[in-house]
């Protein structure tokens, strides 16, 4: 079963603007996770965030995190038509690195 | 370091086969994942493993599948006998298995075609 759904599903956006996904998860968490994938490939680690950490940033990233709303945003500052792909949230529950996903958001940056 | 290797890259079999998917981690890593995904279900965790020990079996469908990981450098994910349902892209993933967890690097996947 899946621990987190994204909102929103499908994001269109023109390049140059930003853009924010939601995290929505169901159980206590040791760290939150953001993963990438291209069509076709493999996911790509982004960012983590830990249970006692509220915001955390890497690069044109920034991510919250709320322990008490069982949620996470990630966004995505100045987007480029490079950033489109899928975008995943993964909850680890810390005891044994056990990592579940989200459902994605698809994310579309045009020029 | 090569990242994780997956292989085959592509499996096209018939209905009925036996089909083996093979992943070698990152040397180092301690915890290993196989994930399924399709577009109706999503990424799902199949198996995962820490230091070569199965920790939580729950995610595979049914006794049709079966995973090993007899060293630290190697795992298998069996299908006996395969479906047509079976069709998806299969993931294995590594990481470190640090307090506080640390970030899961995945292969890039073997795409399964039971016809």
């Known amino acids: 079963s899946q621990q987190g759904e994204e909102d929103p599903q499908a994001l269109s956006i023109q390049e140059g603007e930003n853009a924010t996904m939601n995290c929505s998860y169901k159980?206590?968490?040791?760290?939150l996770q953001w993963y990438r994938q291209n069509s076709g490939r493999g996911l790509v680690h982004l960012i983590l965030?830990?249970?006692?950490?509220r915001e955390k940033h890497s690069g044109r990233l920034r991510v919250t995190l709320d322990t008490s709303k069982k949620s996470s945003s990630l966004l995505i500052t100045a987007s480029r038509a490079a950033d489109t792909a899928s975008y995943f949230c993964?909850?680890?529950?810390?005891?044994?690195?056990?990592?579940?996903f989200g459902t994605g958001t698809r994310l579309q940056v045009t020029l | 370091d090569a990242g994780v290797i997956q292989s085959p890259r592509h499996e096209v079999t018939e209905m009925g086969q036996e089909v083996t998917l093979r992943c070698k981690p990152i040397?180092?890593?301690?915890?290993l994942f196989w994930y399924r995904q399709t577009m109706m279900r999503g990424l799902e965790l199949l198996i995962y493993?820490?230091?070569?020990?199965?920790?939580?079996d729950s995610g595979m469908p049914e006794d049709r599948f079966s995973a090993k990981m007899p060293n630290a450098s190697f795992s298998t994910l069996k299908i006996q006998p395969s479906e047509p349902r079976d069709s998806a892209v299969y993931f294995c993933?590594?990481?470190?298995?640090?307090?506080?967890?640390?970030?899961?690097?995945f292969g890039q996947g073997t795409r399964l075609t039971v016809v």
């Open positions: 993933a590594s990481s470190s298995n640090r307090q506080g967890g640390t970030e899961a690097f």
């Open positions: 159980t206590s968490i040791n760290n």
């Open positions: 965030i830990r249970s006692n950490e």
């Open positions: 993964a909850t680890g529950d810390g005891t044994a690195s056990k990592l579940t």
């Open positions: 040397s180092g890593h301690n915890s």
């Open positions: 493993f820490n230091n070569n020990v199965p920790i939580d």
